[in-house]
């Protein structure tokens, strides 16, 4: 079994600043990637900003230039830091990972429990 874990996420004004944590526990053989979706009130899910082992990142247009992923491989941990929130950006953030639990076990993705974020003055 695999557990995603997240912490942070809130209420912000305009214009300020969120970090977010995410840390994955449990069987895990190797882990693929890490990262955020988020889902907004009658919106569908969509990629925020993934990291894969090797370092790689990728962003959604709507948050280059302001949220910045990282991660900690050692502790199996991903990292979001959101910088100049906007009202748009209200949204259930999800932690993601790619994890492979065993060698002889295909990569699968999991999901955390989501974390509410609130933009608004």
């Known amino acids: 079994q695999v557990q995603l874990v997240e912490s942070g996420g809130g209420l912000v004004q305009p214009g300020g600043s969120l970090r977010f944590s995410c840390a994955a526990s449990?069987?895990?053989?190797?882990?693929?990637?890490m990262g955020w979706y988020r889902q907004a009130p009658g919106k569908q899910r969509e990629l925020v900003a993934t990291?894969?082992?090797?370092?790689?990142?990728n962003y959604a247009d709507s948050v280059l230039g302001r949220f910045t992923i990282s991660r900690d491989s050692a502790k199996s941990t991903v990292y979001l830091q959101m910088n100049s929130l906007k009202p748009e950006d209200t949204a259930v953030y999800y932690c993601w990972a790619a994890i492979i639990t065993s060698k002889a076990e295909p990569i699968r993705t999991y999901w955390g429990q989501g974390t509410q974020v609130t933009v608004s003055s």
């Open positions: 449990g069987t895990i053989f190797s882990i693929y990637g």
């Open positions: 990291i894969t082992s090797g370092g790689s990142t």
